[in-house]
């Protein structure tokens, strides 16, 4: 493998790696650990743990879906692998 393609592969696991990151995070901490916490907050007349763990996540994780999606195109463009 030449250096350019260990570099590209570096790049899309490192980025894999944050999103997934990220994800964890919002899954863990706000659906689960710190849900009891949130409850003291209400959004929409339900309590706001209850509103991550149901809806905000899911919010959290279709902005990392278009967040993957761009940067991997960015990733692609700077090592010219993209396709047109």
């Not at 659906?31 to 339900?46: H, K, R, V």
């Not at 905000?56 to 700077?78: H, L, N, P, Q, S």
Request: charged share 15%; with cysteine; net charge negative.
């Amino acid at each position: 493998m030449d250096k350019s393609a260990a570099a590209y592969w570096k790049a899309t696991l490192s980025l894999i790696r944050n999103v997934l990151i990220v994800w964890f995070l919002v899954s863990l901490f706000a659906g689960i650990l710190i849900a009891p916490m949130l409850n003291n907050i209400s959004l929409g007349g339900y309590p706001l743990g209850f509103w991550f763990a149901q809806q905000g996540a899911i919010y959290v994780f279709i902005a990392c879906i278009f967040y993957y999606a761009k940067k991997m195109g960015e990733i692609d463009r700077e090592f010219d692998v993209h396709e047109e």
